[in-house]
């Protein structure tokens, strides 16, 4: 399958199954990953993909178990070296598993950078935010940081939560909005010239309507097909 095709399988997968925003930034780092390297298999350590994604190395271990419990990835760990993911492609969209899989999932231990450096567990976190759904405790697991130069870094969900409120926004974009989350994210904030970002929302506003162009470019449409009359059988 194609990047962009990988990307509207998960987005339908992501409304039945509900992975939550952490899984859902993960998987697209992955998936970014495998469209540089053109590969669905790839080597890589949880230091680097926590340093990426500002997550602790904890947070990605419980994250990437999720996603492997919903059979969109393989994972092998290598002693020594980093481990190897593979993307499962032809993941069932439909399984009585999700829902034992999101239940598991909210009984588990995730960690999350603090203000002060340490790991602070999701149960303290819940408790304090009052949070006790597993998509609200996923929101507080990304949360916006700031880079060392001062640029702001916003979630997955707040960055989507305001592509929602642009004017060329419509649903259609949602999986390329998350896409273009991710491979900012993967160029450590800089645009696809290499500038850094330093007021995102202007920069989504600016780079929406080229979004837009691109999934009309990409849909093709039954008005665009001629219709083919089958000639008439002659006596």
Known sequence: MYYVELIDRFWLFSKKAKPGTA?????????????????????????????????????????REKLRKFGLIDYRSMQGVAGIYRLIVNYKLESTNFEKVQNDSASEIINFFGK??????????????????????????EPSRLLTDGRVVPSLQEFLNYARTLDA?????????????????????????????????????????????????????LDGIPEIRHPKEQL
């Open 23 to 63: 899984a859902i930034s993960l998987y697209l780092y992955l998936l970014q990953l495998a469209k540089e390297k053109n590969a669905y298999q790839f080597a890589i350590s949880d230091v680097n993909l926590g340093k990426s994604l500002g997550v602790s190395r904890a947070t990605v271990r419980t994250t």
């Open 116 to 141: 002060n450096g340490n790991d602070l567990k999701s149960e303290e976190i819940a408790q304090k935010h009052n949070v006790a759904g597993t998509d609200d405790l996923n929101m507080l697991v």
């Open 169 to 221: 926004y419509n649903p259609e974009l949602d999986n390329l909005i998350m896409a273009k989350h991710s491979g900012w994210l993967k160029s450590n904030w800089k645009s696809a010239s290499g500038r850094p970002i330093t007021n995102w929302q202007s920069s989504l506003k600016n780079v929406l309507p080229f979004l837009s162009s691109e999934v009309g470019q990409n849909q093709l449409t």
